[in-house]
C-alpha cells in the first residue's frame, strides 16, 4: 500500500527532505508531532513582537515599544499548545524572557524599523506549480524608497557560516518564487536577519536563480512520489540525529519506522487521556 502524498510544499518541508527522507517521512507523511524546543517557541514570541511593532505607525517603532509588544506576544502565547507543553517553570520562563528581549534588542542594531515600509506581515502565499501545491508565510514583505519589493525572514537560530549561507538562502528564494508567481513582482531583493549575533545574509533574486530552484521543487516532489509509490524513505545519518525526535523509529538507532504512527497516536491517546483526568482531578501515570 503506497504512503500518502503530503498536501503540500514548503520551505521547511524542502529542508527537512533534504536533510533526512525518513524524517521528512515521519513529520509530513506520518504527521508525527515533535516536542516543541525554548529556542522553537522563543522563535515563535519574537516573530510575534516583530509583528506587532510594524502594526504600529512608523513614529512609534522604538525599542521601549518593542519590549511592550514583546510583552503583548508573551500574553497572545499563553494559551499555545507548544507554549503548554514547553512547561516553563517560574525559574525558566525569566531567563526564556530575558533571552527574547535580547533578541529584540539585537534587531534594533540591523536596521531602524521606523523607516521600513511594510506591505505585508505573516503573509501566507500559496501557488501550484505544475501540480506541486507550493506554501509558505513571509514574514516581513516592504517596499523600498524605488518602489522594488523586498522580502524579510526573522531567524532567531546562529547565522551559517560563510560556505553553508547559499543553502540557507533556499528558503528565501522560494518565497520570492511564491511571491513573484503570486504578486506578479520578482522581489529586488531577499534577506534573512540573524537577530543572534546580528548579522543579515541577503541575495537577489535573477531569472537562473529561480530556473534553479522550480527545477529542484520538480526534483524533490519526484522523489516524494516515488517514496510514497515504495513506502521508502531512507534515513540520512548526520549531527542533526543527535535532536531527532524519532530516533526510536529509525533503523540507524536499531528501530523500526513501520511502527512509528501506531506508537505515536497511543501515545497521543494516552497523553490526552492523562490529560483529561488530571482535569478531573483523579491521579494518573503520565507516558
Ligand atoms: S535519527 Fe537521524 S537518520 Fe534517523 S530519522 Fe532522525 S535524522 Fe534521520
Known sequence: MALELPTSLSPSKVSSFTDCALAFRFASIDRIPQAPTAAMVKGTLVHSALERLFALDPAERNLPNAHLCLADARVAIEADPEWIELALDDQLEPKFMA???????KYFQLEDPSTITPVGLEMQLEFDLDGIFLRGIIDR?????????????YKTGRAPAPAFQKARLGGVHFYSLLCERVLGRRPAKVQLLFLGQPVVIDTVPTDQSTRQLENKLRAVWSAIETGCEREDFRPKPSKLCSWCDYQKWCPEFGGDPSLARAESEALREQAKAATAALTDGAAVALP
Open 141 to 153: 514583505l516592504e517596499e523600498n524608497a524605488a518602489g522594488e519589493l523586498i522580502i524579510t525572514d
Open 99 to 105: 533571552e527574547a528581549a535580547t533578541l529584540v534588542d
